[in-house]
C-alpha cells in the first residue's frame, strides 16, 4: 500500500472535529477550540451547577424556611416584616439560580449533543420550563414582601386580613415550588440518558441521575394526592436526587470527563484510507 495516497486520503477528509470523534478520544485536536474542549465545558458546567446549588439553596433552603409558617398567617407575615432584607437577597437569589441553571443546561447541550441532539434539546427546554417556573415564584414570595410592609395599600382588609393574604402568597410560592420540581426531576432523565450514554462518565452516575428524576416525582406526588404521607416521606424520597446531583457537580469540576484515548481509528481516518486510488 502507497502511505503517500493515503496521507493523501486523510488530508482530502479534512480536520476531525470533537463530534467526528466519538467518546473515546481526548483532548482538542487540532482544529478545536481548546474553549470547546470536552474537559472545559464540562468544568464549565460544574462551576455554573455549583452556583445554581448555592444561590438555590440559600434561596429555598436558608430564605424560605425562616419566613414561612404553614397556617399561621400572623407569624408568617411578622416572619416576613422582620426578615424582610433576607427575603429581598431571597429574591433576588433564586432569580439568579435559576437564569444560571439555563446556563448548565445549555453548557451540557454542547458537551453531549454528538450522543443525540434531540435528546440534549429536551433537556434544555425542561431546564427553562423549570426555570421559568421559578421566577413566577419570586413574585408572590415578593408580593407578599410588598403586602406585608405596607407596600400595597391593605387598610381595608385590616391588620388580620393583610396578613392572611400574605399567607395566601407565600404558600402560592410554596406550592409553586413543587409544580417547579416536576422540571427539577424531568431534566435530570435526558441528562441521565447523555451521562450513560457517551461514555465520559460513570454509568452508575447516568443511572442514579434518573432514579433521581423519579424520586422527585415521587415526592412531588405524595405532597399533591397524600399530603401526610407526602410530609413523611419528603426528607427521604429526594435524597437519591441530592446524591445524585451533588456527584454531577463533583464529577464536573473534579474530573470534567472521563474521555480516555483509545487506540483505535476513528471512522472518518477508516473511510480516508478506504478511499479509491488509495491502494497500492
Not at 472545559?40 to 455554573?48: F, N, S, T, Y
Not at 399530603?227 to 441530592?242: L, M, N, Q, R, Y
Amino acid at each position: 500500500m502507497n502511505s503517500t495516497n493515503i496521507t493523501t486520503g486523510i488530508d482530502m477528509k479534512g480536520t476531525l472535529r470533537g463530534s467526528d470523534r466519538g467518546p473515546g478520544v481526548s483532548g482538542p485536536i487540532e482544529g478545536e477550540s481548546t474553549v470547546n474542549s470536552p474537559k472545559r465545558l464540562a468544568r464549565i458546567a460544574g462551576v455554573l451547577y455549583l452556583l445554581v446549588a448555592i444561590f438555590g439553596g440559600f434561596a429555598q433552603g436558608f430564605v424560605y424556611p425562616k419566613i414561612y409558617v404553614a397556617g399561621d398567617a400572623a407569624k408568617t407575615a411578622g416572619n416576613v416584616i422582620a426578615n424582610s432584607g433576607l427575603v429581598r437577597l431571597g429574591v433576588v437569589a433564586d432569580l439568579f439560580q435559576a437564569t444560571v441553571w439555563v446556563f448548565v443546561a445549555m453548557t451540557l447541550y454542547l458537551l453531549l449533543k454528538h450522543v443525540s441532539k434531540s435528546v440534549a434539546s429536551a433537556m434544555v427546554v425542561l431546564a427553562a420550563m423549570g426555570a421559568s417556573i421559578t421566577m413566577l415564584n419570586t413574585v408572590f414570595e415578593f408580593e407578599a414582601l410588598r403586602a406585608a410592609t405596607g407596600a400595597v395599600n391593605l387598610a381595608a382588609f385590616g391588620a388580620t386580613g393583610s396578613s392572611a393574604l400574605v399567607l395566601l402568597l407565600v404558600d402560592a410560592q410554596h406550592y409553586g415550588i413543587f409544580v417547579a420540581q416536576i422540571f427539577f426531576g424531568l431534566w435530570l432523565a435526558p441528562m441521565g440518558y447523555l451521562a450513560y450514554k457517551s461514555g465520559w462518565f460513570p454509568k452508575a452516575l447516568g443511572i442514579m441521575l434518573v432514579v433521581g428524576c423519579v424520586c422527585y416525582l415521587v415526592d412531588l406526588l405524595g405532597v399533591f394526592l397524600v399530603p401526610d404521607f407526602g410530609k413523611e416521606i419528603h426528607a427521604f424520597v429526594t435524597i437519591p436526587s441530592a446524591i445524585a446531583e451533588i456527584w454531577m457537580v463533583g464529577y464536573l469540576l473534579v474530573i470534567g470527563v472521563n474521555n480516555v484515548k483509545t487506540s483505535k481509528p476513528t471512522k472518518s481516518i477508516l473511510a480516508a484510507v478506504a478511499m479509491p486510488g488509495a491502494g497500492a
